[in-house]
T-cell receptor
Framework: EDQVTQSPEALRLQEGESSSLNCSYTVSGLRGLFWYRQDPGKGPEFLFTLYSAGEEKEKERLKATLTKKESFLHITAPKPEDSATYLCAVQATGSSNTGKLIFGQGTTLQVKP | SAVISQKPSRDICQRGTSLTIQCQVDSQVTMMFWYRQQPGQSLTLIATANQGSEATYESGFVIDKFPISRPNLTFSTLTVSNMSPEDSSIYLC??????????FGSGTRLTVV
């Protein structure tokens, strides 16, 4: 069964304290791995798509990496405005629905000034 | 990327009634997706709506409970029928308007009393 597990569930950082969020996945075949940011009361906001092991993508203070079993979202020198829930999702090649995303439960990040 | 307008943003409904949620996209898209986000849970795909054909439902979701319409390439509705408190969730629509990413609406927060 295709599955996504994110850790930790919650993370509290001081402003400027770098850290990483983990997304472990089990899929029959990976079509793509997605990272989203979700603020309270809003829909998920797209951050990155990764397709193959070794791939990396960056956006401001965020960097996403991918291996064959997990992805990391590295946050460098975070600011309070980076506080949000970060969601990881996978798209499996074996799925009959090519558009289906399977989500993890998310990591809620709080950055204190 | 596509811009999605989802209505209503929130509602409080009596058990046994139905609520129809609307999703309007600012560009034509092939597939539209409906997700549910229960309190403290990850996003789960309810169904996929293609214009001109019946919606495809995921395991555990049925058409009688969640009827979907897709009258054209920019609009879809999801109805939550015969509601119970267990239906209290955030309902989100999503589209694959840009290659490699999926855009989400802002969600409908439903409370059933």
């Amino acid at each position: 069964e295709d599955q996504v597990t994110q850790s930790p569930e919650a993370l509290r950082l001081q402003e400027g304290e770098s850290s990483s969020l983990n997304c472990s996945y089990t899929v029959s075949g990976l079509r793509g791995l997605f990272w989203y940011r979700q603020d309270p009361g809003k829909g998920p906001e797209f951050l990155f798509t990764l397709y193959s092991a070794g791939e990396e993508k960056e956006k401001e203070r965020l960097k996403a990496t991918l291996t064959k079993k997990e992805s990391f979202l590295h946050i460098t020198a975070p600011k309070p405005e980076d506080s949000a829930t970060y969601l990881c999702a996978v798209q499996a090649t074996g799925s009959s629905n090519t558009g289906k995303l399977i989500f993890g439960q998310g990591t809620t990040l709080q950055v204190k000034p | 990327s596509a811009v999605i307008s989802q209505k209503p943003s929130r509602d409080i409904c009596q058990r046994g009634t139905s609520l129809t949620i609307q999703c309007q996209v600012d560009s034509q898209v092939t597939m539209m997706f409906w997700y549910r986000q229960q309190p403290g849970q990850s996003l789960t795909l309810i169904a996929t709506a293609n214009q001109g054909s019946e919606a495809t439902y995921e395991s555990g979701f049925v058409i009688d409970k969640f009827p979907i319409s897709r009258p054209n390439l920019t609009f879809s509705t999801l109805t939550v029928s015969n509601m119970s408190p267990e239906d209290s969730s955030i309902y989100l629509c999503s589209v694959d308007a840009t290659a490699g990413s999926y855009t989400f609406g802002s969600g409908t927060r439903l409370t059933v009393v």
